[in-house]
């Protein structure tokens, strides 16, 4: 089956510093993916929806400049925490769609800022 | 504009005892309807979906569901819980063709031996 990777997997970082995580199709070309935030004991709240080679477009709500999204490649999108401060803390999730109505999630990543 | 309601946060069975967990939709497009399992400090992992096709759908681990579109409901049973079946199970619902997937709020399935 298709195969998502995420990383890291986890990242500990200083309040103000920024953060950078990777999320990549293995298998499979994905012309769109989805950044997910997801809070403790909560469901997966869509940040934004990232199309390759065009700008991601953000939920109400989120910040674009604060969760900057790049998808430079049919495989690879990027999410980073700018300015990371602790409310930022959370598990951020990945998914790729495969072109058949089946999105494929990353193993997610969990940030802690402090 | 979609949305999915998973009835009970908390769902408790016994080892080998029937899982029904519900769900519920709304959506103003023919619906694609899926469940997720995750475990805890993981991903989504797709149990099983449905796009149109057959209203029961069989999926992975001896889980299945069924559309009901009199009802708007999409219930995931499996017939005989097992330990490792204990997760957080989420449905959602989307439009297809790269649409966004809307969750519900996940219900946690507890097996006791």
């Not at chain 1, 950044?35 to 869509?46: A, E, N, T």
């Not at chain 1, 939920?59 to 604060?66: A, I, M, R, S």
């Not at chain 1, 490649?73 to 990945?94: K, N, R």
Request: charged letters at 15%; a neutral charge; one cysteine or more.
């Amino acid at each position: 089956g298709a195969v998502v990777s995420q990383h890291p997997s986890w990242v500990i970082c200083k309040s103000g510093t920024s953060v950078k995580i990777e999320c990549r199709s293995l298998d499979f070309q994905a012309t769109t993916m989805f950044w997910y935030r997801q809070f403790p004991k909560q469901s997966l709240m869509l940040m934004a929806t990232s199309n390759e080679g065009s700008k991601a477009t953000y939920e109400q709500g989120v910040e674009k400049d604060k969760f900057l999204i790049n998808h430079a490649s049919l495989t690879l999108s990027t999410l980073t925490v700018t300015s990371a401060h602790p409310e930022d803390s959370s598990f951020y999730i990945c998914s790729a769609d495969d072109r058949d109505n089946e999105q494929y999630f990353g193993p997610g990543t969990r940030l802690t800022v402090t | 504009a979609q949305s999915v309601t998973q009835l009970g946060s908390h769902v408790s069975v016994s080892e080998g005892a029937l899982v029904l967990l519900r769900c519920n939709y709304s959506s103003s497009v023919p619906p694609y309807l899926f469940w997720y399992v995750q475990y805890p400090n993981q991903g989504l992992q797709l149990l099983l979906k449905y796009t149109s096709a057959a209203t029961l759908v069989k999926g992975i681990n001896g889980f299945e569901a069924e559309f009901k579109k009199s009802e708007t409901s999409f219930h995931l049973t499996k017939p005989s819980a097992h330990m490792s079946d204990a997760a957080e199970y989420f449905c959602a619902v989307s439009g297809g063709g790269f649409q966004k997937l809307v969750f519900g709020t996940g219900t946690r399935l507890l097996v006791s031996p």
